[in-house]
């Protein structure tokens, strides 16, 4: 009797003790020790990992870690972008550093001059410093609309997802979505101005800027319709906050096109980063034309033969998915997400469609929906968490075998 008593009387003081600890706290253990877990797979992986074009067999977790667009990164970091444009020997403008945003690769330099040390090691550190505020952010932005509990498991998921070993390599999504999470904070705060300058580098490091905007229309356009023109709808919605969100939502427009005026600029060639983007998916469907949502449709006819199906079959599988995603936005689950964060998700989800060919660097570029994990994270069953977190583990060593780990000529790229 007097055992069971201790025994309760100690899980009583677990429970105070978890319960008094701060949030940030339980925030960097889980973020520590899902950094274990996505270390010890990758360096798996660098174990087996043969001669490469970047690096010699068996590498070190550092040189594993930049390689693939890491190395365009380097480029950027040590010699900035070129003034003209390479061309293939058709004629045709080839791959280069203008189809990567500065701001990561600026920072990196920066910390390089800082330190004396090299790309890979700068690069890596700069990512997973990163990679903790974004948790941190994400779960700030996550006890916005959930509770506690929920919004620490949205982390977590957040953390062990089968794309989380993105967020310590040398790539920038560990930035963007550390600047993404903060410019929702801010706008589900109704902290406009304070946007701006968020907006304008997280523009800088990763095309998100026109998504943003898309989502701000949305903002503006929903505080406005869901109050009648009165007293208190001027009081709701304000002259002063009408014209900070009209701001921020062109503001995030221009900076959307900002990157591609500057490689105009800078190339003379006023299509620059629309001909080098069209240069990376040439070895799939060859040249052509950036048309807004054609790339998807052309895609079903470049992988219908992969997938063993006919196009219109895989057409309207696309369709079907596409239609359910966005019909899941209206879920009662969710709706717990709040309206702004909906309207993210599915403007970047529009902006995908519309200019990104499918390949297996959509799983990647899936990352800025990150804020849907907390729809995942709303059931409470232990079994559910435990089976969905093991699942997510198991994502990262078959994302990684899949895009990371480079086997003989690789079509696979992360």
Same mark, same amino acid.
């Given at each position: ?5 201790? =025994? ?22 889980? /973020? ?14 660098? !174990?087996? &990992? ?13 040189? /594993? ?33 203008? @189809? ?16 004396? &040390? ?14 903790? @505020? ?29 794309? %989380? ?8 999504? =560990? ?23 968020? *907006? ?20 503006? !356009? ?7 023109? %009165? ?9 002063? $906050? ?32 629309? #001909?080098? $983007?069209?240069?990376?998916? =040439? ?5 052509? $034309?950036?048309?807004? /949502? ?16 006919? &196009? ?6 696309? *369709?079907?998915?596409? !239609? ?34 499918? &390949? =297996?660097?959509? /799983? ?12 995942? !994270? ?7 968490? *435990? *089976? ?18 480079? #086997?003989?000529? #690789?079509?696979?790229?992360?």
């Amino acid at each position: 009797m007097a055992e069971r008593e201790v =025994s309760r009387g100690a899980r009583r003081n677990l429970r105070v003790r978890y319960r008094l600890t701060p949030w940030w706290a339980k925030v960097l253990v889980v /973020f520590v020790a899902s950094r274990v877990v996505t270390t010890a797979i990758l360096l798996s992986f660098a !174990a087996r &990992q043969g001669p490469n074009a970047w690096t010699p067999a068996h590498p070190d977790y550092f040189d /594993f870690a930049a390689i693939w667009d890491g190395h365009w990164y380097y480029i950027i970091a040590v010699a900035g972008y070129p003034s003209t444009l390479p061309v293939t020997a058709d004629g045709q403008v080839g791959e280069s550093a203008w @189809a990567f945003m500065p701001a990561y690769p600026a920072i990196v330099r920066a910390f390089m001059l800082l330190t004396g &040390q090299g790309f890979p090691v700068v690069s890596v550190f700069v990512s997973v410093t990163f990679a903790l @505020a974004a948790a941190l952010m994400f779960y700030r932005l996550m006890h916005l609309v959930l509770p506690a509990g929920t919004a620490l498991f949205a982390v977590v998921l957040f953390c062990v997802a089968p794309l %989380s070993p993105i967020l310590q390599v040398s790539y920038a999504e =560990s930035m963007h979505a550390f600047l993404l999470a903060l410019a929702l904070y801010l706008l589900m705060r109704r902290r406009y101005w304070m946007l701006i300058p968020v *907006v304008a580098v997280m523009s800088l490091t990763r095309p998100s800027g026109l998504a943003f905007a898309l989502a701000m229309l949305l903002h503006v !356009a929903h505080r406005w319709r869901v109050q009648r023109p %009165s007293a208190r709808s001027r009081q709701e919605f304000p002259v002063r $906050e009408r014209v900070a969100s009209i701001t921020v939502g062109l503001f995030s427009a221009v900076m959307g096109v900002a990157w591609l005026l500057v490689a105009a600029v800078v190339t003379g060639s006023l299509t620059a980063y629309t #001909d080098t $983007e069209i240069a990376w998916r =040439s070895s799939y469907i060859g040249y052509g $034309e950036l048309v807004p /949502f054609t790339p998807w449709l052309s895609a079903t006819g470049f992988w219908a033969p992969w997938f063993g199906m006919p &196009q219109p079959l895989l057409l309207a599988l696309l *369709v079907l998915i596409v !239609a359910g995603f966005f019909a899941a936005l209206l879920t009662p689950w969710a709706r717990r997400l709040g309206t702004d964060m909906r309207f993210w998700i599915a403007s970047y989800a529009l902006y995908l469609l519309a200019v990104f060919f499918p &390949q =297996s660097s959509v /799983f990647r570029l899936l990352v800025p929906l990150f804020p849907a994990l907390g729809v995942l !994270a709303i059931p409470k069953s232990p079994v559910y968490r *435990v *089976v969905i977190v093991a699942l997510c583990i198991a994502g990262q060593w078959a994302w990684a075998q899949l895009g990371w780990w480079v #086997d003989g000529y #690789d079509w696979t790229p992360p």
